[in-house]
């Protein structure tokens, strides 16, 4: 029935804008894109950004169960306010990147939740670890200089140390807690 409601709901809009009621692959615009992960360090909130970031979508908007979504992240290039603190994250006790320089987010399946709401299925690949992750978002459609995109937003709270991140003296979650928000806001066009 949620199937049903959605289709009807949909096709109208596809018909208006033009998008194509069939599979079609968006690749993301990365000046309009941002991944932003969030932590504390004691009691303060900090934040970063991956600024290299690159995605292709595979989404059948008449299927919306059946997405192929393929997300590579390159650490190396992460903002942060702090050069320090860069380096502690690009080193071996955190993310590694000279013996891992992506991590890497695949998922399969959605799963809708409501109309413009997913929950994406997948696994998330940080060092040498890889956790299934149900990753939900909420989904728009949008136009960027005049072409048809989509707009995809998410929060979601990983834990660090099941991915390795955080060796060491890292390991410690007194200073730094084992939870990491990774927040979502990303654009892509159609290729």
Request: aromatic share 12%; proline share 5%.
């Amino acid at each position: 029935m949620r199937t049903l409601i959605f289709r009807a709901a949909l096709v109208p809009l596809l018909l208006l804008i033009g998008l194509p009621a069939q599979a079609a692959t968006w690749v993301l615009n990365q000046g309009e894109s941002r991944v932003v992960f969030k932590y504390l360090y004691g009691a303060d909130p900090y934040e970063g950004e991956f600024s290299n970031v690159e995605a292709i979508f595979d989404i059948d908007p008449m299927s919306p169960g059946s997405c192929d979504f393929q997300v590579t992240i390159h650490i190396a290039d992460i903002t942060i306010d702090s050069p320090e603190v860069l380096d502690y994250l690009l080193d071996i006790e955190l993310f590694d990147v000279d013996q891992w320089p992506t991590a890497t987010f695949k998922a399969e399946k959605c799963r809708l939740e409501s109309l413009n709401s997913f929950v994406s299925d997948g696994t998330l690949t940080i060092r040498d670890q890889t956790q299934p992750l149900s990753f939900p978002f909420k989904f728009d459609i949008t136009t960027i200089d005049g072409q048809v995109a989509f707009h995809l937003t998410s929060e979601v709270t990983i834990q660090r140390l099941d991915y390795g991140v955080g060796q060491g003296y890292w390991a410690n979650t007194g200073e730094i807690p084992n939870d990491v928000t990774i927040a979502v806001d990303v654009y892509a066009v159609q290729q």
